[in-house]
C-alpha cells in the first residue's frame, strides 16, 4: 500500500504541474482528506495513515484536474483565519481577504463600548465565516447570521456547532433584513460580503468559480451593484445612531459605493479601507439620521 501510494503521489504531482494546479492543493487535500502527515508528505518516507482509499483519492483528484472542482469543496473544509471550516457547493468559500473586515469591525468600534456588546447582523452569511469571527472578536455582541439560503444556513449551523460559538450565533432564514424587522433601529452594525460581479463577468471567471460556486453569492446584477444599492437604501431602517455600515466590494467600486452612502443623507465618515494588495476592497460609515456627511475618504494602508 505504502509504495503504491508513492507512486501514485509522483504521478499527481506531475498532473497537477502540467494542468496547472498549486501543487500545495495536492499535499493540502492529502492533509485534510486522507489525514496524511504534512512532514511524511515533504520527507516522502514513514508509515500511511491505515484504510486510505487510493481509488477513491484518485477519482478526487481528477474532479480537481479536470472538471476544476475547488480543492475546498473535495476536502470539505476551508482555513479561515483560526477557524477550520465546512464548506459545500451551496456556499461560497472564505476567501482570505475577507477576513479583514473582522479586524475593520474592531477597529471602527475602538472608541464605543456599547457598539462591540450591540446586536450585529452579518447579511448573506454563507458558510458564517464573519458571523462566527465577529462572535469571537466581540465577546459581548449579539450575532445575527442571515442568509436566503437554507442549504448555506445549514452549512453556518455545522460551522457554529463545531467552534463552539452556536450560543453566540443566532441564524436566520430571509433576505437580507427580512427576518429581522423586531431588531429596526437597533443594530449597533451590519457587516456583508454580498454579490457584486456584475453578471456578464460571471461566466468569464475562473471554472472553478464560475462552474462550481453559487451564483446566488457571486452575480450583483447588470453593473454589480444591486445588493449593494440596496444595502445603503434600507440599512437606516435597522442601524442605531451611529451604527456602523461595513461591506466587501469588488476592486473599483468604492467610489460608486461612497457616493451611494453620500447621497443617501443618513451617513457619516464614509470611508474606503485597503487590503493588503492596495486594492479599495471594503467601505464603511456611520448611520446619522437625516445628515450629510463632512467628508468622505480613502483609509490608508495598514
Not at 18 to 25: A, K, L, M, S, Y
Not at 101 to 109: C, G, N, P, Q, S
Amino acid at each position: 500500500m505504502t509504495a503504491d501510494f508513492w507512486t501514485w503521489y509522483a504521478q499527481a504531482r506531475r498532473q497537477a504541474s502540467e494542468q496547472q494546479v498549486p501543487i500545495g492543493e495536492l499535499d493540502w487535500l492529502l492533509v485534510e482528506w486522507a489525514g496524511v502527515d504534512r512532514l511524511r508528505l515533504r520527507l516522502q518516507v514513514g508509515d500511511l495513515p491505515s484504510g486510505i482509499d487510493l481509488e477513491r483519492l484518485d477519482q478526487l483528484w481528477q474532479r480537481r484536474l479536470v472538471d476544476r472542482v475547488p480543492v475546498q469543496y473535495l476536502a470539505g473544509v476551508v482555513g479561515w483565519r483560526n477557524f477550520r471550516l465546512q464548506v459545500s457547493p451551496g456556499v461560497l468559500i472564505p476567501r482570505p481577504e475577507t477576513e479583514l473586515i473582522v479586524d475593520l469591525a474592531w477597529e471602527l468600534t475602538a472608541t464605543n463600548a456599547l457598539l462591540r456588546r450591540g446586536v450585529w447582523a452579518d447579511l448573506g452569511t454563507g458558510s458564517g465565516a464573519i458571523a462566527l469571527a465577529l462572535a469571537e472578536a466581540m465577546p459581548e455582541a449579539t450575532i445575527w447570521a442571515v442568509d436566503r439560503s437554507t442549504a448555506a444556513l445549514e452549512i453556518a449551523h455545522l460551522n457554529a456547532m463545531h467552534t463552539g460559538l452556536d450560543h453566540r450565533i443566532h441564524l436566520a432564514l430571509g433576505n437580507w433584513f427580512e427576518p429581522l424587522t423586531d431588531l429596526a433601529g437597533h443594530l449597533a452594525g451590519i457587516v456583508s460580503n454580498p454579490p457584486y460581479i456584475p453578471s456578464a463577468e460571471v461566466p468569464a471567471l475562473q471554472p472553478e468559480v464560475a462552474d462550481h460556486e453559487p451564483h446566488g453569492a457571486l452575480d450583483g446584477g447588470s453593473d454589480g451593484l444591486d445588493c449593494l444599492r440596496h444595502l445603503v437604501k434600507t440599512a437606516p431602517a435597522y442601524l442605531r445612531p451611529g451604527g456602523v455600515w461595513l461591506v466587501e466590494v469588488m476592486a473599483g467600486q468604492a467610489p460608486t459605493v461612497m457616493e451611494l452612502l453620500w447621497a443617501k443623507g443618513s451617513y457619516q465618515e464614509i470611508t474606503a479601507h485597503r487590503d493588503l494588495a492596495g486594492i479599495d476592497r471594503f467601505v464603511s460609515a456611520r448611520y446619522q439620521p437625516l445628515r450629510r456627511p463632512l467628508s468622505v475618504e480613502i483609509a490608508p494602508t495598514a
